[in-house]
């Protein structure tokens, strides 16, 4: 599924999800692109002195998140907490 054919699908932004840890990662991506992707921008209140860009989101069921962690956004580089088909499908080659 490309970018362009996301506004179709819903990613619902939420903003109660606990737990989460590092269970895969996005790279060469930038915080417009996931903003383009999720069709809203970072919305989570994540530890400010970690991290700078945090999403929380449900989407086909699922609760997910995406980070980045001590300035990795600057390498292109976001930790994600979810199912790997979640981000697979919505990131394709981004996602590792």
């Not at 700078?52 to 980070?67: L, Q, T, V």
Request: proline share 4%; hydrophobic share 35%; glycine share 8%.
């Amino acid at each position: 599924m490309g970018y362009e054919e996301l506004s179709s699908v819903t990613i619902k932004p939420i903003s109660d999800l606990f737990g989460s840890h590092k269970t895969g990662e996005l790279m060469d991506i930038n915080v417009e692109t996931i903003t383009k992707v999720l069709g809203f921008a970072p919305n989570f209140a994540d530890d400010p002195y970690k991290v700078e860009n945090s999403w929380a989101f449900e989407y086909k069921g699922h609760r997910c998140a995406i980070w980045d962690y001590k300035g990795s956004h600057l390498d292109g580089q976001f930790s994600t907490f979810g199912p790997n088909e979640v981000f697979k499908e919505l990131f394709e080659a981004h996602y590792v």
